[in-house]
């Protein structure tokens, strides 16, 4: 589905003409400590007030912008998406304002700002995207730029005015991509608050040589603002009368910060916070809290007081909300069509060095190849040759043969690199990965399944996690940018919000507390979120008797209370890297991490709402401990060891596991493990993926642990819903451990494939999608003859165990370093220059 039926349902809701008011200026709370409200908060908020068109135009970046393009399709507003950009000034300017600040040094105002708004055209949404990684010196002509050139980009982000004329030129086209609204806050706008009307010409005429004036509009801000004040009434006038000069379109907005009134009081924290500067009337931005998304009524009454001001005629009113509505109408963007919800990008066959129509060939051909390496000259028999044809069958279907080869690629790449890498998570369950050496697990061996990783009937894009060197990781991140070129690939980003103790550090330097008691006050608190202060007051003991809640901590905790899931930082992620075909950088806006490395200023869930894969590359230390283990065997004993081949069976190494002495191996050297392993007595491979997926706080939470090790140990008898079910259940004892063990019991019960018994599996994690996947169940094995009681107690277990459940392939791909870590510490009485090595 190309656009959001509530679009064609209404179709005349975005029309100009008698249409409520649409808000083109709105920061929420990815505004990094600017706006106070969640994208999610303020479509919510539009939606109450009737409006049709809602923009969102964050300071400095497109970070929110998804997560409200998906509120936006959820609520029936079409979006529009823009970004709040400081601008390099080039020529004479009005002096900035001052603000003070800490240690009494003045700091100015900071750059001038200009709103820039992507059109609907195909191309807008990625002129924004290149302008915004520009002002963050990660566009692609920068990439080659000084290191220290491209992190004063990250500390500053901004535009030059010859960025946005590059951007607005379109020879094909009466109309740019792109519309830049001059407003109160930009070098014309400043120059007509500080009385420079000719200034403000000048600067105007400058704005019109550079673009089309069709690219241009002013943008008239009126809060009720003493004079001075750059949202004053006078100010909003002449910007108005200026407009009307120079024959350019007005527009008029709020330029709004809080979805409501009474969130006014958190921007002043935010601009405190953001300034390093105690609360003052003098340092804050607002000057009350009409900064709000107000209603068409209240706009109309807003308008209709600027007209007045500006001595034009009552006709004005309406004219100035018709050229608002009018060039909104033109910014609306279809999330499916423009942003790429619902598609899938990957590298092209092409930069892998393989003709497009050759894809499904060549992932056929280094299949079969595998089937031979993998199981020698039989390769694996029919089941193991019946099992690729079906996983290749899926995959050619769902077009994923590009990303399976990348992947492939990536995995040869880094083992080239001479560094150790090894696949984890539900990918292991793919024979096809398997084949491909990116996953060192025998899915056939194991009972692994494909559907727990990918089906027709998964909304979620495919998702294969590579575990590297922590010591070397980002030798890999370096590698695959050199590979894959900077067009096609990106670091991904998170976004650190407001918790309860940088809440409380901010909040209380902003209401000038002493530093000492805040610090104090901070660490008081556990690692919690913001909004769980009072309840942790209340409740934990050590807290209850600490008076913080007394005195002005009153006001700071319900202040620190509505900091709560504001981004604060964004951050490069640990270890998401996108993939993409070379229309990446005209789908996500870039910039450039502490560590220098590109990133884009979305995070991983919004990154696969685009359809952007994101193929994750872990550190991990044991990885390294590994690596090095093997280095200093090479060194001593002039043996190069290969730790891939080492058989899973041997007796001493299990032996060592059961012993309990499991300090430096992998997943099992806690004292919780080494409790649970003494118990259990792994004897086989099998067993450690058993044990693995046991030490899960969901199977103990849930008393998973006991019916098993007693049944294991013979002191009860393994019990089954059903005979038919002692296939599924017998290798952990009756006990549902693995999500595989659930697709499996509910595909065997009612007859249903694997792919339609995960889906089921997933929606047991909802009390709704319980419920539905209930009477499904009974429905359907009460048709294939099951008795009721059979049928009530198999329920009854999934019911209790699925959200508990691990997946059965990644405590496969886990066992795997965690057996090798194992055979490389010698068990008692095996000296280290005496190890057996292949």
Same mark, same amino acid.
């Given at each position: 589905m190309s656009t959001d039926d509530s679009f064609a349902r209404n179709p005349s809701r975005g029309s100009a003409a008698g249409s409520p008011f649409v808000h083109l200026h709105v920061a929420s709370g990815h505004s990094l400590q600017y706006g106070t409200s969640a994208p999610e908060v303020l479509v919510e908020r539009a939606a109450e007030l009737g409006m049709p068109l809602l923009a969102l135009t964050d300071r400095d970046g497109l970070y929110g912008a998804v997560r409200f393009a998906r509120a936006c399709a959820g609520a029936g507003i079409r979006p529009v998406l823009g970004a709040d950009l400081a601008v390099r000034p080039d020529g004479p300017q009005a002096p900035p304002a001052t603000t003070p600040a800490r240690g009494g040094r003045a700091v100015d105002a900071g750059l001038p700002r200009v709103t820039v708004l992507a059109r609907g055209g195909r191309a807008g949404w990625g002129a924004l995207c290149r302008l915004v990684s520009a002002a963050h010196g990660a566009d692609l002509a920068s990439a080659a730029a000084p290191a220290a050139?491209?992190?004063?980009?990250?500390?500053?982000?901004?535009?030059?005015?010859?960025?946005?004329?590059?951007?607005?030129?379109?020879?094909?086209?009466?109309?740019?991509?792109?519309?830049?609204?001059?407003?109160?806050?930009?070098?014309?706008?400043?120059?007509?608050?500080?009385?420079?009307?000719?200034?403000?010409?000048?600067?105007?005429?400058?704005?019109?040589?550079?673009?089309?004036?069709?690219?241009?509009?002013?943008?008239?801000?009126?809060?009720?603002?003493?004079?001075?004040?750059?949202?004053?009434?006078?100010?909003?006038?002449?910007?108005?009368?200026?407009?009307?000069?120079?024959?350019?379109?007005?527009?008029?907005?709020?330029?709004?910060?809080?979805?409501?009134?009474?969130d006014a009081p958190v921007a002043d924290i935010l601009d405190a916070a953001r300034r390093l500067v105690p609360l003052d009337r003098r340092h804050r931005d607002r000057a009350n809290a009409e900064g709000h998304l107000k209603s068409a009524a209240e706009m109309a009454l807003v308008a209709e007081e600027v007209v007045r001001a500006a001595g034009q005629s009552p006709t004005g009113t309406r004219r100035l909300l018709a050229a608002t509505a009018d060039l909104a109408a033109g910014l609306a963007l279809d999330p499916y069509v423009h942003l790429g919800f619902g598609s899938v990008r990957m590298p092209e066959p092409a930069v892998l060095g393989i003709a497009p129509e050759r894809a499904t060939a060549e992932l056929r051909a280094r299949c079969e190849a595998g089937l031979v390496h993998r199981y020698g000259p039989?390769?694996?028999?029919? %089941?193991? *040759? +019946?099992? !690729?044809? =079906?996983?290749?069958? $899926?995959?050619?279907?769902?077009?994923? &043969?590009?990303? @399976?080869?990348?992947?492939?690629?990536?995995?040869?790449?880094?083992?080239?690199?001479?560094?150790?890498?090894?696949?984890?998570?539900?990918?292991?369950?793919?024979?096809?990965?398997?084949?491909?050496?990116?996953s060192g697990v025998d899915p056939m061996r194991y009972g692994l399944l494909m559907e727990r990783f990918l089906s027709e009937r998964r909304t979620a894009l495919p998702d294969i996690d590579l575990d590297v060197e922590s010591a070397r990781r980002t030798e890999v991140y370096q590698r695959l940018l050199d590979r894959f070129g900077a067009e096609r690939t990106l670091c991904v980003s998170m976004q650190e919000t407001y918790r309860a103790r940088h809440a409380v550090r901010d909040v209380g330097a902003a209401l000038g507390l002493p530093p000492e008691e805040i610090a104090a006050a901070?660490?008081?608190?556990?690692?919690?979120?913001?909004? %769980?202060? *009072? +309840?942790? !007051?209340? =409740?934990?003991?050590? $807290?209850?008797?600490?008076?913080?809640? &007394?005195?002005? @901590?009153?006001?700071?905790?319900?202040?620190?209370?509505?900091?709560?899931?504001?981004?604060?930082?964004?951050?490069?992620?640990?270890?998401?890297?996108?993939?993409?075909?070379?229309?990446?950088?005209?789908?996500?806006?870039?910039?450039?991490?502490?560590?220098?490395?590109?990133?884009?200023?979305f995070d991983k869930d919004d990154v696969e709402e685009i359809g952007l894969l994101k193929l994750d590359v872990l550190g991990v230390r044991m990885q390294s401990?590994?690596?090095?283990?093997?280095?200093?065997?090479?060194?001593?004993?002039?043996?190069?060891?290969?730790?891939?081949?080492?058989?899973?069976?041997?007796?001493?190494?299990?032996?060592?596991?059961?012993?309990?002495?499991?300090?430096?191996?992998?997943?099992?050297?806690?004292?919780g493990q080494r409790e649970l392993i003494g118990k259990f007595g792994p004897e086989t491979f099998e067993d450690l993926i058993i044990d693995i997926s046991l030490f899960r706080p969901g199977p103990v939470k849930s008393d998973m642990v006991t019916p098993f090790l007693n049944a294991r140990q013979g002191w009860t008898k393994a019990e089954y819903p059903h005979p038919d079910l002692e296939p599924v259940l017998a290798e952990t004892e009756g006990?549902?451990?693995?999500?595989?063990?659930?697709?499996?019991?509910?595909?065997?019960?009612?007859?249903?494939?694997?792919?339609?018994?995960?889906?089921?599996?997933?929606?047991?994690?909802?009390?709704?999608?319980?419920?539905?996947?209930?009477?499904?169940f009974t429905t359907e094995a009460d048709r294939r003859g099951y008795p009721r009681a059979v049928v009530e107690r198999a329920w009854e277990v999934l019911r209790a165990f699925a959200s508990f459940g691990f997946c059965k392939a990644h405590a496969a791909a886990f066992a795997l370093p965690t057996y090798q870590s194992a055979w490389l510490n010698p068990p008692p009485g095996r000296l280290p220059g005496r190890c057996p090595h292949p």
């Open positions: 050139e491209l992190l004063a980009g990250r500390r500053r982000p901004a535009v030059t005015p010859e960025l946005i004329t590059r951007q607005l030129e379109d020879a094909d086209a009466l109309e740019g991509d792109l519309l830049v609204l001059l407003g109160p806050s930009s070098d014309v706008g400043r120059a007509i608050t500080a009385g420079r009307p000719d200034l403000a010409r000048a600067l105007l005429r400058r704005w019109r040589e550079r673009a089309c004036g069709a690219d241009l509009a002013v943008e008239v801000v009126h809060q009720l603002a003493p004079p001075g004040h750059p949202h004053s009434l006078p100010v909003a006038a002449r910007m108005l009368g200026l407009a009307a000069e120079a024959g350019l379109p007005a527009v008029l907005t709020n330029a709004v910060r809080h979805a409501r009134p009474e039989a390769a694996g028999g029919p %089941d193991a *040759r +019946a099992r !690729l044809d =079906d996983e290749l069958a $899926l995959i050619r279907r769902l077009g994923y &043969e590009a990303y @399976f080869l990348t992947v492939a690629e990536v995995v040869d790449m880094v083992r080239g690199m001479g560094i150790r890498c090894a696949a984890r998570g539900s990918g292991a369950g793919s024979l096809v990965n398997h084949l491909l050496g990116v901070a660490k008081a608190f556990p690692h919690i979120r913001a909004r %769980d202060v *009072r +309840a942790a !007051l209340r =409740d934990l003991p050590e $807290l209850r008797s600490s008076r913080l809640d &007394e005195g002005v @901590f009153a006001v700071l905790f319900d202040l620190v209370e509505k900091l709560d899931g504001l981004p604060r930082h964004i951050a490069l992620h640990p270890s998401g890297i996108l993939l993409s075909d070379q229309r990446l950088r005209d789908l996500t806006p870039a910039e450039i991490s502490a560590q220098g490395f590109p990133m884009s200023q401990a590994m690596a090095y283990a093997l280095t200093e065997i090479a060194r001593t004993e002039q043996t190069e060891v290969d730790l891939d081949a080492v058989p899973h069976d041997d007796p001493a190494t299990f032996e060592l596991i059961r012993s309990t002495r499991t300090l430096g191996c992998f997943q099992i050297e806690s004292p006990v549902v451990v693995f999500h595989e063990q659930v697709i499996k019991t509910i595909a065997v019960l009612t007859g249903c494939s694997a792919a339609r018994a995960d889906e089921a599996r997933r929606a047991l994690g909802s009390p709704g999608g319980q419920t539905a996947v209930g009477d499904w």
